[in-house]
C-alpha cells in the first residue's frame, strides 16, 4: 500500500555510519519535501527531519537527511544503541493529493 | 507545548462507523500556523495518512483516495478539538489511528512546513462483531 519504497532492515555496530534509503517517483520526493520519521518500539512516531534536510531542535547532528532527484536518504553517523528503532519517509504526493509514507527500515544495532 | 489527547472506542463491528476525537491544548484548532491530520498505522498497510483540515480565512479539507468516499474530518471550534469518522468499517481497517499536527509557518504568502511534529497517543481501533 505504500508509496515510497525503503529496503526492510539495516544494521551496524555502536559508532558505525547507517545510511536509509527511500525511493519515489516525480509526483512525491521529486516535486517535494521529504521528511523522516523514528518510531521506538510501543511509541508513537517522532519528526526526526523536515524539509529533506532540516532537524528539528532537540534531534542529535548524528542524523542527517538529503534528497536527489526522486530518491532521500537518511544517515546515522556514530550509531548508538538507542537508535534502535523503525524509521519512515514520507512526502506530499501532488497526484494523489495527500501524504504518502515510505514502508519503513528497521534499524538494529548489533 | 502542544499535546493531543485521543478518545474514542477500541472496538467497532464491521459495517459501523469509526469515530474518535483529538482535543487540542497548547495551541488553536483555527490557526493558520498547522493542519490537523489523521494518520493509521497497522502490519498489513504500514503508515497511511488518512486525511487534514485546516483554516486560511476558511476550513479545508484533504482526504485521502483510500478513504475518501467514507472519511469525514471535521474541526469544532468551540472545543478546540477535531474528529474523525470513518464509515462502513470493515475488518481492513484495524489499525492504530493517531491525531497529528503538521505545523506550517506562514511569512506573508509564503508557507513553510515543518512536518508532522506533534503526534496523540494512538488508539487502537478493532473491527469485530
Known amino acids: 500500500q505504500s508509496v515510497l519504497t525503503q529496503s526492510p532492515s539495516a544494521s551496524g555496530t555502536p559508532g558505525q555510519r547507517v545510511t536509509i534509503s527511500c525511493s519515489g517517483s516525480n509526483s512525491n520526493i521529486g516535486s517535494a519535501y521529504v521528511y523522516w520519521y523514528q518510531q521506538l518500539p510501543g511509541a508513537a512516531p517522532k519528526r526526526l527531519i523536515y524539509r529533506n534536510d532540516q532537524r528539528p531542535s532537540g534531534v542529535p547532528d548524528r542524523f542527517s537527511g538529503s534528497k536527489s532527484g526522486t530518491s532521500a536518504s537518511l544517515a546515522i553517523s556514530g550509531l548508538r544503541s538507542e537508535d534502535e528503532a523503525d524509521y519512515y519517509c514520507a512526502a506530499w504526493d501532488g497526484r494523489l493529493r495527500g501524504y504518502v509514507f515510505g514502508t519503513g527500515t528497521r534499524v538494529t544495532v548489533l | 507545548q502542544v499535546q493531543l489527547q485521543q478518545s474514542g472506542p477500541g472496538l467497532v463491528k464491521p459495517s459501523q462507523t469509526l469515530s474518535l476525537t483529538c482535543a487540542i491544548s497548547g495551541d488553536s484548532v483555527s490557526t493558520n500556523s498547522a493542519a490537523w491530520n489523521w494518520i493509521r498505522q497497522s502490519p498489513s498497510r504500514g503508515l497511511e495518512w488518512l486525511g487534514r483540515t485546516y483554516y486560511r480565512s476558511k476550513w479545508y479539507k484533504d482526504y485521502a483516495v483510500s478513504v475518501k468516499s467514507r472519511i469525514t474530518i471535521n474541526p469544532d471550534t468551540s472545543k478546540n478539538q477535531f474528529s474523525l469518522q470513518l464509515n462502513s468499517v470493515t475488518p481492513e481497517d484495524t489499525a492504530v489511528y493517531y491525531c497529528?499536527?503538521?505545523?506550517?509557518?506562514?511569512?506573508?504568502?509564503?508557507?513553510?512546513?515543518?512536518?508532522?511534529?506533534?503526534w496523540g497517543q494512538g488508539t487502537t481501533v478493532t473491527v469485530s462483531s
Open positions: 497529528v499536527r503538521e505545523y506550517i509557518a506562514v511569512t506573508g504568502l509564503n508557507y513553510y512546513y515543518y512536518g508532522m511534529d506533534v
